[in-house]
């Protein structure tokens, strides 16, 4: 496998694994039941795309990092629930550019660039509808 792919696949595994504790932390401390329930659903996907890239670099020849990238203890960081969503949605839009950088250098066609679209794809959908549900869900800030 190119090394520059290696790596960039990489970095989206690394980053969706820390979006798994991210959302694992926060879905512990917000008080709405359907808050929660939509944290808990994009931890499942998280969770879904740390297998999935695994099982994609493996498959071509590249060694899947084990590491947790940096993003998860930032968020926990912060000190509002609100401004943790507000990362969170931050954080998909990252990715959903790197995932484009990713596709920028993928072969163009095959297992490797379709799974890359169809993430790509997701997090721009992720990135509008976790704003969309923090105006819906969380109470005006005043
Ligand atoms: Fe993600």
């Known amino acids: 496998m190119d090394p520059r792919l290696e790596q960039i696949l990489n970095l989206l595994l690394e980053s969706e694994r820390a ?6 932390e926060l879905a512990g ?19 879904r795309n740390v297998s999935d890239l695994a099982a994609l670099i493996s498959r071509n020849g590249g060694t ?8 998860a203890a930032k968020v926990a960081a912060l000190p509002t629930v609100r401004e943790r969503l507000a990362l969170l949605a931050r954080g ?13 250098i993928a072969p163009k066609s095959g297992p490797i660039h379709d799974y890359l679209a ?12 976790g704003r969309a549900e923090v105006i819906r869900l969380l109470p005006p800030e005043n």
């Open 19 to 24: 979006g798994v504790l991210a959302l694992e």
């Open 29 to 47: 401390e917000v008080e709405q039941g359907e808050l929660r329930r939509f944290l808990q659903g994009s931890r499942q996907e998280e969770m």
């Open 64 to 71: 899947p990092s084990q590491k947790t990238g940096p993003f």
């Open 92 to 104: 998909q839009e990252w990715v959903a550019r790197k995932t484009e950088e990713a596709l920028a």
């Open 118 to 129: 169809a993430m790509a794809n997701r997090h721009r959908a992720e990135v509008e509808w």
